[in-house]
């Protein structure tokens, strides 16, 4: 019985020191951005996080150490792309693809549980993209329109993604 205790205590301690880790290392990553004229949308390293994310600490994990990372911006630490914090960041124009990190960790983690493999992960990390993608887009339609969604908020995003989709599967490599 006391074993059993201790290993769900050690399991909980493991799975709370990952999800805090991964929400700091998006964080982190976040911070690397570049803000264009023509989009209310940074270029930043926060995908590839995210991607990582899913792959490496499995659905839950992964989209757990998104939330912390959604709750700790949006309670005001500088964390968001560029150093931004708020809850009104999280509801503007990039709140989709910010709340789409959720949905693309927990699938990526999902589908590569248990199954590795270079086209698999190739696969499993363009689905991630897209999500974010999508959701990114129909959340910033509302701001700006459906056609200049695309042009703001996919177009001048696709090849680097692919760079980072690419990138992720490189590292992920087993």
């Known amino acids: 019985m006391t074993a059993c205790v201790a290993n769900i205590r050690s399991s909980s301690r493991t799975t709370f020191l990952s999800v805090v880790a991964g ?7 976040s911070q690397l951005s570049l803000y264009l004229w023509f989009t209310p ?11 990582m994310l899913g792959a490496v600490l499995g659905p839950k994990r992964g989209s757990l150490a998104v939330i912390a990372y959604l709750t700790e911006a949006s309670l005001g630490l500088p964390f968001f792309a560029g150093g ?9 124009p990039k709140g989709g693809y910010l709340l789409g990190f959720i949905l693309s960790a927990f699938l990526v983690g999902f589908l590569l549980e248990g199954k590795k493999g270079y086209l698999r992960t190739l696969a499993a990390l363009s689905v991630g993209t897209l999500v974010i993608l ?13 056609h200049n969604a695309l042009a703001m908020g996919v177009y001048p995003f696709l090849v680097g993604d692919l760079l980072k989709v690419g990138a992720a599967a490189a590292l992920l490599r087993p």
């Not at 931004?84 to 503007?92: D, E, F, I, S, V």
């Not at 999508?134 to 459906?146: I, R």
């Open 23 to 29: 929400s700091l290392f998006l964080a982190l990553m």
């Open 41 to 51: 949308v940074p270029l930043s390293m926060q995908t590839l996080a995210v991607l």
């Open 84 to 92: 931004a914090a708020g809850l009104a960041t999280l509801l503007g």
């Open 134 to 146: 999508a959701s990114g887009a129909l959340w910033l339609s509302f701001y700006v329109g459906g």
